[in-house]
């Protein structure tokens, strides 16, 4: 019955398309299609939907009517086929509305394709997903910045050995981790603060938790609050404080999913913003934000500076090191991008889960444990990898074309807006 209907429905639409006035209802019917083939994939996909908290009655809908994969599918090709027929409004936001809802279905197209076992490369899979294809990187281009790592670090042995060895004493101990990060959590809050007014009523709770392939999470709730989990399975180093909480929280996913919650959702009454497809373009900005939100709240000079004085001595660290660490950790950032040649490699065939893991050791610098860890995380999140580093300095790149002193109102403005990787551009 279902399908019968489509090629009338079809033509209707197609019949509507040729009017050149904007038609906000027609907006709102597109966006609750979208918002119930999301929730739809996510019955398929247990990673899928990262967050929902828009009406609870579609959610019970769609469970309450499983459609097939199949069926996701030719709901995405009409919903794709009617927004590429409605006429780009004049209006920016407008048109931000109708090209995010277009391109987020086209991602969720290209995934439940790979649900039905279409194969892509990573390449090709993360410019189907998220819009964007990570450069390529030489074995050599990595191992000159381990060189330059090497004359840094003290000690003999490998490099990685030398790097573990040196690292230790920056681990946060166990019994300090909630004050150091709750004092980290508070830096970032009063920072954001500064620049950006968020909505009463603001929060989230933060849970320890083990046995998970990731180190922190966001999850959204809604109501402008989230929970965020932190993965204690490995040793937490000093740094990590300000980069959980600036990236879980201030001014990364929490800010974002509150203003788009804010300024979309409620002044808007734009409900695709009440869903959130993990594996979408959307995840780009979300990432590539989070990441580069460290930078914007915390400069790499005064980061050290509030270090040094608010969480080295709450975790018993002696802070007269900070600044080589600092230094070090630079260059161990620097390596990040072995992470997506050891992903790409690895899910093209080229190279199997252990090779992956010793690439990661060996190029990336990652310890044994947590090389296995980023092989399981690549084996559930796949070319999502790339939002980090790449979504990173697209970002930067973005916001960092306008002067210093207007990079938080330009962070901000994406932050409140269904701006894709498209617009960094
Ligand atoms: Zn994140």
């Not at 780009?284 to 040094?308: H, M, Q, T």
């Amino acid at each position: 019955m279902k399908r019968a209907l489509f090629p009338l429905l079809f033509i209707a639409t197609l019949a509507c398309s040729t009017a050149t006035t904007y038609d906000p209802h027609r907006m709102d019917a597109i966006s609750e299609r979208y918002v119930k083939l999301v929730l739809a994939l996510g019955e398929h996909d247990t990673d899928y939907v990262d967050a929902y908290y828009g009406p609870p009655e579609w959610r019970e809908a769609v469970k309450a009517n499983k459609q097939s994969l199949d069926e996701i599918r030719a709901g995405a090709v009409s919903t794709i086929a009617e927004l590429r027929a409605i006429p780009v409004p004049s209006d920016e936001m407008l048109a931000l509305r109708r090209r995010y809802l277009l391109r987020q279905t086209e991602a969720l197209l290209a995934r439940v394709d790979m649900l039905r076992g279409i194969k892509l490369t990573f390449d090709q899979e993360s410019k189907a997903l998220y819009d964007a294809v990570a450069p390529h990187h030489e074995e050599s281009y990595f191992l000159d910045l381990t060189q330059q790592l090497g004359r840094e670090l003290p000690g003999d042995g490998t490099l990685i050995d030398r790097l573990e060895a040196y690292r230790k004493g920056f681990v946060i101990p166990t019994d300090k981790l909630d004050a150091v990060f709750k004092a980290a959590i508070d830096g970032c809050r009063a920072r954001t603060l500064q620049h950006i007014q968020l909505p009463a009523g603001e929060t989230f709770t933060v849970e320890y938790v083990t046995k998970k392939s990731w180190s922190g999470y966001n999850w959204f709730k809604g109501n402008y609050t989230s929970l965020i989990q932190v993965n204690t399975d490995l040793p937490i180093f000093i740094d990590r404080a300000i980069d959980l909480a600036c990236h879980e929280g201030y001014p990364g996913h929490h800010v974002y999913n509150t203003l788009l919650e804010k300024n979309l959702v409620r002044d808007r009454g734009w409900k695709e913003l009440t869903v959130y497809p993990l594996f979408s373009p959307q995840s780009l900005i979300a990432e590539g934000s989070a990441n580069y939100g460290i930078d914007v709240a915390f400069p790499a000079e005064e980061r050290v500076a509030f270090e040094k004085a608010n969480l080295f001595p709450i975790a018993g660290i002696d802070a007269s090191e900070a600044d080589r660490y600092y230094r070090i950790q630079d260059l161990v950032g620097k390596l990040s991008y072995a992470g997506n040649e050891a992903a790409r490699r690895y899910l093209d065939g080229e190279i199997n889960a252990q090779q992956a893991g010793e690439w990661l050791t060996k190029y990336a610098l990652m310890s044994p444990p947590r090389a296995a860890q980023r092989v399981k995380f690549i084996d559930q999140y796949r070319s999502y990898v790339i939002n980090y580093n790449l979504g990173k300095d697209l970002v930067k790149a973005y916001v960092e074309r306008h002067d210093r002193e207007k990079r938080w109102q330009v962070f901000e403005q994406l932050l409140s807006t269904p701006r894709l990787p498209a617009d960094l551009k």
